[in-house]
C-alpha cells in the first residue's frame, strides 16, 4: 500500500484517558492512546478512550454498558478525552491527519467517529464485524460513514512507522513499532500485551489464546531485534512511569 504518511515519527505523546479497576484482581490500569508527531507536522492519533459518554457520567454510562459486572471506572473527567488530551498537546481533532484503530474494545473506540476528514487505519477482520466489539455482547455503535483504510497483514505506513497485525485479543488487534530520533525503536503493543505477565499466563481468557501467544512471541521478537522501548496496553507497573502528554518521547 501506499504510505499514509510522508514523515518520519518525531515524538509520541502518551495520552491518559483515565484510570479503570478490574473486579476479579483488583488491577488499576491506566486507559492510555497516543498521539505521534512526523517531522512533516503530520499527526496520528491512536485509539480514543471510552466513549464520550463516559467523560461525562461515568456511574451512569457503566449502568447503561453493565460494564459495572467487569470492573469500576475511577476516573474520566473532561481532561481525559479525546479533545482535552489533544489540547495538552497544543493541537485539537481538526488537525489529525490520520487515526489508528488498534481494536474495537469499549476503553479505545472514544474517537471512532471524530475527526472524519482523515482516513482511519484499521484491521480487515476488525472492521468486518457487524458492529464495533465494545465489551461482551453489549454493541450500541455501529460503524461511522467514514474513510477507512484496512489492511489485513504488517504494513509500513510512512518512514520508520510499522503497523502489526497481531490478533489474539481481538480479531484485528494492532501494534506499532516506530523509530524516534532520541528514544530509538517505541514498540506500542495496545492489547495485543496488556502487561509483561500475561505472556506467563498464556493469554488465559483472551479471545483466541493460541493466536495471542503467536502474536506476542512476534512483538517481543521484534523488540528484542530492534533493542525496543516497549509501551504496554495496560500495565499497572509502567503507567506511573511513563511520560504523558504533554510530555513526550522523541
Known amino acids: 500500500m501506499d504510505h499514509l504518511l510522508k514523515g518520519r515519527p518525531v515524538s509520541l505523546a502518551v495520552l491518559d484517558f ?3 479497576r478490574v473486579h476479579s484482581n483488583g488491577r488499576v490500569i491506566g486507559i492510555c492512546g497516543y498521539l505521534i ?3 512533516r507536522d503530520e499527526l496520528v492519533l491512536v485509539d480514543g478512550g471510552f466513549p464520550r459518554k463516559y467523560t461525562e457520567d461515568h456511574a451512569r454510562a ?3 454498558d453493565r460494564l459495572y459486572e467487569f470492573g469500576e471506572v475511577l476516573s474520566c473527567g473532561p481532561d481525559n478525552t479525546v479533545a482535552g488530551q489533544l489540547a495538552r498537546c497544543g493541537c485539537t481533532l481538526d488537525d489529525i491527519t490520520l487515526l489508528i484503530q488498534t481494536h474495537t ?3 479505545h473506540v472514544g474517537a ?3 475527526a472524519r476528514h482523515a482516513p482511519m487505519l484499521i484491521a480487515a477482520a476488525e472492521r468486518a464485524l457487524p458492529k464495533p466489539l465494545y465489551w461482551s455482547g453489549v454493541q450500541p455503535l455501529n460503524w461511522p460513514d467514514r474513510n477507512y483504510v484496512c489492511i489485513d497483514d504488517d504494513v509500513e505506513i510512512g518512514p520508520s512507522f510499522r503497523i502489526m497485525l497481531v490478533p489474539g485479543h481481538a480479531p484485528g488487534q494492532l501494534a506499532m ?3 524516534l530520533p532520541q528514544t530509538r525503536a517505541v514498540l506500542l503493543t495496545s492489547d495485543a500485551i496488556s ?3 500475561e505472556i506467563e499466563e498464556k493469554f488465559a481468557g483472551s479471545m483466541d489464546e493460541a493466536a495471542a501467544i503467536a502474536s506476542a512471541d512476534r512483538l517481543m521478537e521484534a523488540a528484542a531485534a530492534e533493542d525496543a522501548f516497549i509501551i504496554y496496553g495496560h500495565d499497572p507497573a509502567q503507567w506511573d512511569r511513563l511520560c504523558k502528554a504533554p510530555d513526550l518521547y522523541s
Open 62 to 64: 457503566s449502568v447503561e
Open 177 to 179: 513499532m516506530l523509530q
Open 195 to 197: 502487561r509483561p505477565a
Open 112 to 114: 471512532l467517529d471524530d
Open 105 to 107: 474494545h469499549i476503553d
Open 18 to 20: 483515565g484510570l479503570f
Open 37 to 39: 508527531r512526523t517531522e
